[in-house]
């Protein structure tokens, strides 16, 4: 696999570690109080800072989409929950409409552990690139050299001098490479062939302890930060409570028992990748609530739209609008139901007959005013002609 991850994940690693050390140490040759920047520890501690920045910037959109999959992902549980309860005696039919419901909410599961699987081989890369600095004993990543080959042989893009310059370099009174439960024999790694020690073990223990305290520490506060935003359905699932407290106590305290087996310069990077991590969860999960706190409030805008005002009486698009009190009745809706003919033998239209003050039939009355009963109100067949009288028209027919 050598063929794979040389050229697609150690070199470049490296070569962006080589790229902030070249910088900071030029910076550095212009402090007085500096001695050889090639080789000072604080130098090296922040290129490898700047290191894991570089990378978690250029990973920042993988993670956000990680972080955006594992909310939808959430929210989708219960209708999952409900397919699986419909459909559980038909998988073909539960497939077929798992596969509906994540189109129509855009939810492509192939995608979204994308992210995931491009940031573990990064990590890994990483770790590894630290650790071959120095390849002396035989655990994982070492190839049991001695302490001159190890200085005398590259790290991908470093050269056995830059290799010699990372070595030498102390950070409080201990080397970067070095760590707790590291064999004294290969302390010699650190000097020159034949030189003596200019560190001992405890100069290790007083860097490491606080750095794996740290890291253990905002592992945790991660872990936490992360399950806060968990659903409480998702929270209720067994498997789900085994692996919340695998994050929230087994992770930390496995970085508290295996932290002596870790370089200086490892606990740098996981310090600094666990601070970045905790700003960037701040980051994505506010900002992430200010877009569902502006989609209710769309949601609610448009309801608010949709309701009738005060005052107006809702109308029913399929019935049409109300009829309004007062106005004329079709000749169908007579207290007969039949129109009443005229003494002529037409048909008029039935005219409705209001209250003695003028005011329609059915409408409130005025202050003051005592109600009618229902039954006094009736109806008269209009008269036709202008203004003629009955008695004028019997007089008519008689001649």
């Known amino acids: 696999m050598s063929f794979i991850t040389d050229p697609l994940v150690y070199y470049p690693i490296s070569g962006i570690l080589w790229f902030w050390h070249k910088i900071f140490a030029f910076l550095g040759g212009f402090l007085p109080w500096v001695e050889a920047p090639d080789s000072n520890g604080a130098i090296w501690a922040l290129s490898v800072i700047f290191l894991v920045v570089t990378l978690r910037i250029l990973l920042f959109w993988p993670a956000a989409k990680q972080i955006r999959f594992s909310r939808k992902m959430q929210e989708m549980q219960p209708r999952m929950k409900e397919l699986q309860k419909r459909y559980k005696n038909d998988r073909e039919k539960l497939a077929t409409e798992t596969r509906k419901l994540q189109k129509a909410e855009g939810f492509n599961p192939v995608l979204g552990c994308l992210p995931m699987f491009i940031q573990i081989p990064v990590f890994l890369g990483l770790f590894h690139v630290l650790r071959s600095f120095n390849r002396m004993g035989n655990n994982f990543g070492a190839l049991g050299m001695t302490a001159e080959e190890t200085r005398n042989t590259g790290n991908y893009v ?30 010699q790694a650190f000097v020159d062939p034949g030189a003596a020690l200019d560190f001992q073990r405890w100069n290790i223990i007083v860097v490491a302890i606080p750095l794996m305290i740290i890291s253990a520490v905002t592992t945790h506060l991660n872990a936490r930060i ?30 508290l028992v295996t932290g002596a087996f870790w370089p200086l310069a490892i606990l740098v990077y996981m310090v600094t990748n ?10 994505l999960f506010e900002k992430m609530a200010k877009e569902d706190d502006a989609a209710a409030l769309k949601r609610r805008e448009e309801q608010k739209s949709l309701a009738p005002r005060v005052g107006v009486k809702p109308v029913n698009p399929k019935r049409g609008r109300p009829a309004v009190a007062g106005t004329a009745v079709a000749p169908q809706a007579t207290a007969a139901g039949v129109a009443s003919p005229d003494d ?22 005025r202050p003051g005013q005592k109600p009618q009963r229902p039954g006094g109100q009736r109806t008269r067949p209009a008269q036709k002609g202008g203004g003629g009288s009955g008695k004028g ?7």
């Open 158 to 187: 470093f050269n056995a001098d830059e290799v010699q310059s990372f070595l030498d370099a102390r950070l409080f009174g201990s080397p970067l490479s070095a760590f707790i439960s590291q064999p004294i024999e290969q302390f």
């Open 226 to 255: 992360s399950l806060s935003r968990q659903s409480p359905e998702a929270a209720a699932n067994p498997q789900a409570k085994i692996m919340n407290q695998l994050m929230l106590w087994a992770f930390p305290i496995g970085i």
């Open 274 to 283: 666990n601070l970045w991590t905790l700003g960037q969860q701040y980051y």
């Open 344 to 365: 002529d033998g037409t048909t008029a239209a039935p005219a409705v007959v209001g209250h003695a003050d003028g005011s329609a039939p059915g409408s409130a009355p």
């Open 393 to 399: 028209k019997k007089k008519k027919r008689k001649r």
